[in-house]
């Protein structure tokens, strides 16, 4: 069955740009009879907690979203990852943090893309540079060896977008001797956890567009049918940036001090060229989205 989703990482409590994103995911979905599933992103082990994810779960609940079953995780699924990782073309990759950025300030480096340092190294040389992370107690990620240098995608607002590929990353560098499913990268987790559920609409904020050309390069890499991207635009501060935590009483839970659930449904149906509905049963009837506003959403509280 045609499936879109709503994957959130469990670190927090989810903040009204998170919430709209939910709802608007959900809509998609259930406006062209389309199953949708709840996934918790929680292969970041430093990052997330169950907790996080069972007050994430419960405020999408009070929002009224309704998600088909089971809700899955993706820390259960290491063997899955190893699977696919198994079919793909990979190399070790040795570079920190500061060598990628360092790399790609130099001339000529294409921002935001990994240089390719450690793609061609000889066995002497990676044989150098694992002793030397072993000495470290630490082990190098993996990459992909990508075979082409961009990828077209389908989005339903953007049309068909061409967007660079490079050799992403798979598999977490970590420590040697604590390896775990949370050193698998997202890039890999998200495009395997996808194709498994028979995803085929991805809704989220458009700042994830430049991510889309890579990520779909890989579902056709592991034979997984490419999704139909839908990038929305996301909630903004005042100032213009990204709304986060810190801009204030922004989660559902810090809202609902002041307002009640419906008036919360309200603002994100304001936002989503709703006025006036007060429900997401409401929305599931009136959302049109052709009227979905195409510039961020600024938040004013």
């Known amino acids: 069955m045609p499936a879109g989703r709503y994957a959130p990482s469990p670190s927090g409590d989810l903040h009204f740009g998170n919430l709209r994103t939910a709802v608007l995911a959900w809509l998609f979905a259930r406006q062209t009879d389309r199953a949708c599933y709840l996934r918790v992103e929680d292969i970041d082990s430093e990052r997330s907690s169950m907790e996080s994810a069972a007050r994430q779960i419960s405020d999408l609940e009070a929002l009224g979203l309704n998600f088909d079953p089971p809700v899955t995780y993706q820390s259960d699924n290491d063997e899955r990852y190893r699977a696919a990782l198994g079919k793909l073309d990979v190399y070790e990759c040795y570079c920190t943090r500061r060598d ?14 990994y240089p390719g340092t450690c793609r061609d190294l000889t066995e002497a040389q990676r044989k ?15 990459r992909l060896r990508a075979g ?10 953007a049309g068909e ?9 798979l598999r977490r ?6 390896a775990q499913a949370g050193d698998w990268a997202y890039n890999l987790a998200v495009v395997v956890d996808d194709g498994e559920q028979g995803i ?7 700042d994830l567009m430049f991510s889309a050309p890579a990520q779909a390069y890989l579902a056709h890499l592991l034979g997984y049918a490419q999704p139909e991207y839908v990038h929305v635009p996301l909630v903004v501060n ?17 809202m609902l001090r002041e307002k009640e659930i419906a008036e919360v449904v309200g603002q994100i149906a ?11 049963d409401g929305l599931l009837t009136d959302f049109d989205p052709g009227a979905l506003p195409r510039e961020p959403w600024v938040w004013s509280g």
Request: proline share 4%; hydrophobic share 40%; with cysteine.
């Open 173 to 178: 560098g970590g420590n040697l001797n604590q």
């Open 100 to 113: 990628i950025r360092e790399a790609a300030s130099a001339p000529h480096a294409q921002p935001g893309m």
């Open 200 to 206: 085929d609409q991805v809704v989220r904020g458009d």
């Open 161 to 169: 977008v061409v967007g660079a590929v490079d050799d992403v990353i």
């Open 270 to 280: 304001v936002s989503i060229g709703c006025p006036g509905v007060e429900s997401v």
């Open 128 to 142: 150098a540079k694992r002793a030397e992370l072993a000495e470290q107690g630490r082990m190098p990620a993996l």
């Open 238 to 254: 005042s100032e213009g940036r990204r709304l986060a935590k810190r801009d204030g009483a922004v989660t559902l839970r810090e």
């Open 148 to 157: 082409c240098a961009e990828w077209s995608v389908r989005d339903f607002y």
